[in-house]
């Protein structure tokens, strides 16, 4: 069973910078896609970005131009490289990682999250 690991999430200010990290426990080969999630208090769970084994990327308008997302199969590590940060970046950062089995049918692994929050 794979595991996912997050990492770097902490108390930032408007305006900062921060790199997220997520370790996998086994091969990242196989994970056809990628991604990093958030949640924020009292909303639902939304992509922030993803990216494919191949590179293609895709991320959610609210941070296209402040946020890059990447992976490194080598290192077994996604990261997501978060620039500018605003207030309503804050949440809990989940990472994710989907591996098909057959047509229909595919395994969905998470990590346990980390936190990103603005200080006063």
């Known amino acids: 069973q794979v595991q996912l690991v997050e990492s770097g999430g902490s108390l930032v200010q408007p305006g900062g910078s921060l790199r997220l990290s997520c370790t996998s426990s086994g091969s990242m080969v196989n994970f056809y896609i990628m991604g990093w999630y958030r949640q924020a208090p009292g909303k639902q769970r939304e992509l922030v970005a993803s990216?494919?084994?191949?590179?293609?990327?895709v991320y959610a308008d609210s941070v296209k131009g402040r946020f890059t997302i990447s992976r490194d199969n080598t290192k077994k590590t996604l990261y997501l490289y978060m620039n500018n940060l605003k207030f309503e970046d804050t949440a809990v950062y989940y990472c994710?990682?989907?591996?098909?089995?057959?047509?229909?049918?595919?395994?969905?692994?998470w990590g346990q999250g980390t936190q990103v929050t603005f200080s006063s």
């Open positions: 994710n990682a989907k591996r098909r089995i057959r047509e229909g049918i595919e395994l969905d692994y």
């Open positions: 990216v494919t084994n191949d590179e293609s990327t």
